[in-house]
Nanobody, 113 residues
């Protein structure tokens, strides 16, 4: 059973920064971050393939940066210039070579105005 463990959420003022980390217990084809705000659907924030290809939601381009350490099956999300609308539970999603999806338990990010 693959385990996916996130860390790094918290409370920050608008304009501040946070860094999220996610470690998977197995070798992954791609890893990424989704978020779900209260009353809204879960949405893609950013993802990265094992080859380094990245994709970002338009709302976070220029502010968030996704990176990974393939040797440790770990993905990071550096979040700068945070806005109150970034407040959500952030989930790590991983996909293995057989296209099986695994989700972390989620970490709360709260941005105060």
């Amino acid at each position: 059973q693959v385990q996916v463990v996130e860390s790094g959420g918290g409370l920050v003022q608008a304009g501040g920064s946070l860094r999220l980390s996610c470690a998977a217990s197995g070798r992954m084809f791609s890893m990424g971050w989704y978020r779900q705000a209260a009353g809204k659907q879960r949405e893609l924030v950013a993802d990265i393939s094992r080859g380094g290809n990245t994709k970002y939601a338009d709302s976070v381009k220029g502010r968030f940066t996704i990176s990974s350490d393939n040797s440790k099956n770990t993905v990071f999300l550096q979040m700068n210039s945070l806005k109150p609308e970034d407040t959500a539970v952030y989930y790590c999603k991983t996909v293995d070579a057989y296209a099986r999806l695994y989700w972390g338990q989620g970490t709360q990010v709260t941005v105060s105005s």
